[in-house]
Structure formats: C-alpha cells, structure tokens
Antibody, heavy 120, light 111 residues
Framework: QLQLQESGSGLVKPSQTLSLTCAVSGGSISSGGYSWSWIRQPPGKGLEWIGYIYHSGSTYYNPSLKSRVTISVDRSKNQFSLKLSSVTAADTAVYYC????????????WGQGTLVTVSS | EIVLTQSPATLSLSPGERATLSCRAS??????LAWYQQKPGQAPRLLIYDASNRATGIPARFSGSGSGTDFTLTISSLEPEDFAVYYCQQRSNWPLWPMYTFGQGTKLEIK
C-alpha cells in the first residue's frame, strides 16, 4: 500500500526558500504508475494545488506559483521534493504531498501534511 | 482556470438526516470530479472519484452524482463521524497542461 510522508523545515524566513521532501513507501517512484503532487492549505482555508512531477521528470505547475516553484525527484531515495522561493507570510500553510494514478484525475493517497510558517 | 463553487458554505444537520452538498463548475468538467472529506488536523480523504465512484473502503451511505457543471455529494443517513469539511476537485487541461482546482469547501456541522 502506497504511503507518503512529508518532512522539512517548519519555519522559514521571509524572502527565503521553502524546502520540503516527500518520502514514498510501498511503491517505486520510478515505476511510472503515478504522478506526484504538492498541495497546500493555509490555516483555516481551502486547498491549492501547487504542481506535480512524473517519474520521467516532467513537471506541471499552478500558473499562479510557477515562477517560484520547483518540484524534483530523487529516484535513489524514492522521494520527491518541493522548493518555493521568495516566500512571504501568504505562503504559511500546511503542505501535503499526494499521489495520482497516471491519467487519473484524483489524489489518493495523501501524506499527513506538514505546517510551514513564514516568519522572521 | 475552472472555478468550483460549493454550496452551502455550512450545513447544519442532525445524525440520521440526509445531507446534500453541491459543487458547480464554471465550465464543463465532464465527469472528472472528485470529493474529499477532511477532519480537523487530518489530510483530506478521497470519497468519490469520476463524479460517482466510491473510493475503496468508503461506506455506501456516500454517493456522488452529476456531470458537466453540476455535481452533488449525498450522505444518505449521517453518522457522527461524518461531520467534517467536504471539498470537490477537478482536473482540466488548462490551456496546454493539467491543472487541478478545488472548491472552497462545505462544512457539515452538527445541529
């Protein structure tokens, strides 16, 4: 059974880069059966898709964040990562990683989420 | 970008009652719509995919319907554990690559 687990810094200073990693277990990130997404949720608010990456390395980003986002894959560690540059307080959120079966339109499973606070 | 609008924002019902949640898309999403349940401090959980298919392990009291721009999530008889926030989500090809959006959520609270 596929399981995802986020990790990374919980506190980032304004203008710096947010970095998170999602460890995948129960399946291979290189298998081609899934796309790997990042989704965020500001405190008390709704969900926003950030972007995803295929096993091949192809990436697709939300246009509203595209200029600041990089998603990458580390096949040797079976994990994928998110970098969000030039952060502000508006980037404070719970960040989730999630998987989608290739060519399907929904997210399942999700990681449990990690809170990132942007503050000096 | 396709916008999903959920209604009502808050729904107050009692256990045993029937809940009907709505999700309207700004343009057709065919049947490419999913529903999620989120409880405080937890990640969203997939309930329904492709508008009407229950995900693995989801009780039969949850059902989804609709296509095009209008979708409904129905909970036939509310259990205490069903009080949560519900989100709809769609995928489109905007304009050249995949784009996912979520509705703003419906909070289902105990009356």
């Amino acid at each position: 059974q596929l399981q995802l687990q986020e990790s990374g810094s919980g506190l980032v200073k304004p203008s710096q880069t947010l970095s998170l990693t999602c460890a995948v277990s129960g399946g291979s990130i290189s298998s081609g059966g899934y796309s790997w997404s990042w989704i965020r949720q500001p405190p008390g608010k709704g969900l926003e898709w950030i972007g995803y990456i295929y096993h091949s390395g192809s990436t697709y980003y939300n246009p509203s964040l595209k200029s600041r986002v990089t998603i990458s894959v580390d096949r040797s560690k079976n994990q994928f990562s998110l970098k969000l540059s030039s952060v502000t307080a508006a980037d404070t959120a719970v960040y989730y990683c999630a998987a989608s079966v290739t060519a399907k339109n929904w997210f399942d499973p999700w990681g449990q989420g990690t809170l990132v606070t942007v503050s000096s | 970008e396709i916008v999903l609008t959920q209604s009502p924002a808050t729904l107050s019902l009692s256990p045993g009652e029937r809940a009907t949640l709505s999700c309207r898309a700004s343009q057709s999403v065919s049947s490419y719509l999913a529903w999620y349940q989120q409880k405080p401090g937890q990640a969203p959980r997939l309930l329904i995919y492709d508008a009407s298919n229950r995900a693995t392990g989801i009780p039969a009291r949850f059902s989804g319907s609709g296509s095009g721009t209008d979708f409904t999530l129905t909970i036939s008889s509310l259990e205490p554990e069903d009080f949560a926030v519900y989100y709809c989500q769609q995928r489109s090809n905007w304009p050249l690559w995949p784009m996912y959006t979520f509705g703003q959520g419906t909070k289902l609270e105990i009356k």
